[in-house]
């Protein structure tokens, strides 16, 4: 069946047709406009409608490069449905390498946003306007958050079958079930009953290899999963994914200087050594135990912490 015409920021986009748009959000004081960047690829087939996102938190650059790859392979003439990628979502924040905009504020706690609110808040809503509300699935990208390093991960409602089909075909290292946070983009599109996935890897600021390839081939997956688009695919599946239900943060019992002797994607036993964290003379202050087993799915980056500071986060997993 022939895909319907796609309108979004004023425009149609054909069956067939690839469009990029620049949707106005706002006037700089020297009223130069700044816009969100959008690229619509409209299918010559009927199908699911599948947003892509990045830089919600404009720090957070490794979805940038996995939507120009995904968009470098998907030929509107072999696509089922369509594209519509985001990106840059938070170009205030892109532009500064910054998580926040201007005013400080975290856009991913500013949905679904209003047209009188904040910056925030009317660039959440121009985005739910625009992007979800024309929208079926929708997959969202991320990092961790400075000065974190993330290992690859799929967090979504696993509860919900379709979630959990698209979270399995994605074929991340890990699968989280994760409740959603207030205010967040995948909190207000699963209220429109929109499956969406939150992709973690990597740090801000950064490029991560291995990251960005497991997002091109997860997004891709899923698009054979939603039946819109196998000509790309070519490789055998990866394992399985690890289902995790919860996950839990080790925290600083005192502050100095942290010493890991654990790494990304490391199995961790109940009471297991992590590492110290001593003083700048290289006195022992205290000894890093785990209080489970599970395995090592973020860490912090800079050794300088404080008591309290989150240093590991571990993904719980039964014995």
């Known amino acids: 069946m022939t895909n319907p015409t796609l309108e979004i920021g004023g425009v149609a986009i054909a069956p067939g047709q690839r469009q990029r748009l620049e949707i106005p959000v706002a006037q700089l004081p020297t009223r130069t406009t700044i816009s969100l960047p959008v690229v619509v690829i409209n299918g010559q087939y009927s199908g699911p409608r599948l947003w892509l996102s990045a830089a919600i938190h404009g720090d957070e650059i490794n979805g940038v490069e996995i939507i120009r790859q995904i968009l470098s392979k998907i030929k509107a003439k072999y696509l089922y449905g369509a594209i519509?990628?985001?990106?840059?979502?938070?170009?205030?924040?892109?532009?500064?390498?910054?998580?926040?905009?201007?005013?400080?504020?975290?856009?991913?706690?500013?949905?679904?946003?209003?047209?009188?609110?904040?910056l925030a808040s009317r660039l959440a809503h121009l985005f739910m306007t625009e992007i979800v509300n024309h929208s079926t699935h929708g997959i969202d990208l991320h990092t961790a958050a400075q000065p974190r390093i993330n290992l690859p991960q799929i967090r979504g409602n696993l509860r919900d079958t379709e979630t959990y089909q698209c979270a399995e075909a994605f074929g991340a290292p890990l699968m989280i079930h994760a409740t959603t946070r207030d205010g967040s983009l995948r909190q207000a599109a699963s209220k429109q009953g929109i499956p969406v996935l939150?992709?973690?890897?990597?740090?801000?600021?950064?490029?991560?290899?291995?990251?960005?390839?497991i997002g091109v081939r997860g997004i891709l997956q899923?698009?054979?999963?939603?039946?819109?688009?196998t000509h790309a695919l070519t490789e055998d599946l990866p394992?399985?994914?690890?289902?995790?239900e919860k996950?839990?943060?080790?925290?600083?019992?005192?502050?100095?200087?942290?010493?890991?002797?654990?790494?990304?994607?490391?199995?961790?036993?109940?009471?297991?050594?992590?590492?110290?964290?001593?003083d700048a003379f290289g006195e022992i202050l205290a000894k890093i135990r785990s209080p489970d087993h599970g395995v090592v799915i973020g860490q912090v980056q800079n050794p300088l912490v404080n008591q309290g500071d989150a240093v590991v986060h571990l993904a719980l997993v039964k014995r």
């Not at 504020?105 to 946003?113: H, I, K, T, V, W």
């Not at 939150?198 to 390839?213: M, N, S, T």
């Not at 394992?239 to 995790?244: A, H, T």
């Open 239 to 244: 394992s399985p994914s690890l289902e995790i």
């Open 247 to 278: 996950t839990k943060w080790i925290r600083a019992s005192r502050g100095g200087l942290l010493h890991l002797e654990v790494n990304l994607g490391d199995k961790i036993e109940k009471k297991q050594f992590l590492g110290i964290i001593t």
């Open 198 to 213: 939150l992709y973690e890897a990597g740090e801000a600021c950064r490029f991560d290899a291995k990251g960005i390839e």
């Open 222 to 229: 899923v698009m054979d999963r939603l039946e819109m688009y």
């Open 84 to 118: 519509i990628a985001v990106p840059v979502v938070n170009v205030f924040g892109f532009i500064e390498q910054s998580r926040y905009l201007p005013d400080r504020r975290d856009l991913n706690r500013s949905f679904p946003g209003s047209p009188q609110g904040s």
